[in-house]
């Protein structure tokens, strides 16, 4: 996404983030996925549940697309993959949508550094 310029990164003030590879679908894969999850016939498992295992957010388990990912991470200008788990596990937890809850987190943010 980022090399194609298709990133929805701070409020979709920019569409690549020097950040990227820090909450690319390949380095959850690598630290943080669990296993992948498909739909009863489906061969594709794109379901992908991740778990943190140390940290702050330890413990935080939840299964993340990506749509929860680009919402709750470079949209919202966060690149601290335990903390869009945490997020995403609590949108789960209060039945948000991740997309809403990152949209109120980016207007209460005016400011983007």
């Known amino acids: 996404m980022n090399r194609l310029a298709t990133l929805p990164t ?3 003030q920019s569409a690549t983030w ?14 943080f996925t669990e296993k992948s999850v498909a739909c009863s016939g489906c061969p594709i498992a794109c379901e992908q549940v991740t778990k943190v295992e140390e940290g702050p957010y ?8 990506y749509e929860s990912l680009y919402a709750l991470g470079p949209c919202c200008g966060i ?3 335990p ?5 995403c596990e ?5 039945h948000e949508i991740q997309t809403c ?13």
């Open 10 to 12: 701070k409020n979709f």
């Open 90 to 94: 609590l949108c789960d937890y209060f």
């Open 79 to 81: 690149d601290y993959f």
């Open 101 to 113: 809850f990152s949209q109120l987190f980016r207007i209460s943010h005016t400011y983007w550094v």
């Open 58 to 65: 330890a413990g935080a388990r939840v299964s993340i697309d």
């Open 83 to 87: 903390a869009i788990i945490k997020a």
């Open 18 to 31: 020097d950040k990227a590879e820090l909450v690319s679908g390949e380095y959850m894969h690598e630290h």
